[in-house]
């Protein structure tokens, strides 16, 4: 029938903002800890938002430290430390 939607066109509205659906952009930020700094240039490149141990203080911060930042700031920490 020529009046029925599709689920392309409801795709499609739901895109173009034509309905009262609500989208959400979420960014997802990675610390990575020291062992892991090689990493950043590649995952910025592919467009996370990245930071390392060593942006915010010196490679040999304590885990405590780092655990912390990570958790205030809603970053996901990268580390090999086990706790």
């Known amino acids: 029938m020529k009046?029925?939607?599709?689920?392309?066109?409801?795709?499609?509205?739901n895109i173009?903002?034509?309905?009262?659906?609500q989208?959400?952009?979420i960014?997802?930020?990675i610390m990575l800890d020291?062992?892991?700094?090689?990493?950043?240039?590649?995952?910025?490149?592919v467009g996370w938002s990245v930071i390392t141990?060593?942006?915010?203080?010196?490679k040999n911060a304590k885990d405590s430290k780092v655990r912390k930042h990570a958790?205030?700031?809603?970053?996901i920490l990268v580390t090999q430390d086990k706790k």
Do not use: C
């Open 27 to 29: 960014t997802i930020r």
């Open 23 to 25: 989208r959400e952009v």
């Open 71 to 75: 958790r205030t700031n809603d970053m």
């Open 53 to 58: 141990v060593k942006d915010i203080e010196s």
């Open 34 to 45: 020291a062992m892991y700094d090689g990493m950043q240039e590649y995952l910025e490149e």
């Open 3 to 13: 009046n029925e939607a599709t689920n392309f066109d409801l795709l499609e509205s």
């Open 16 to 21: 173009k903002g034509t309905n009262k659906l």
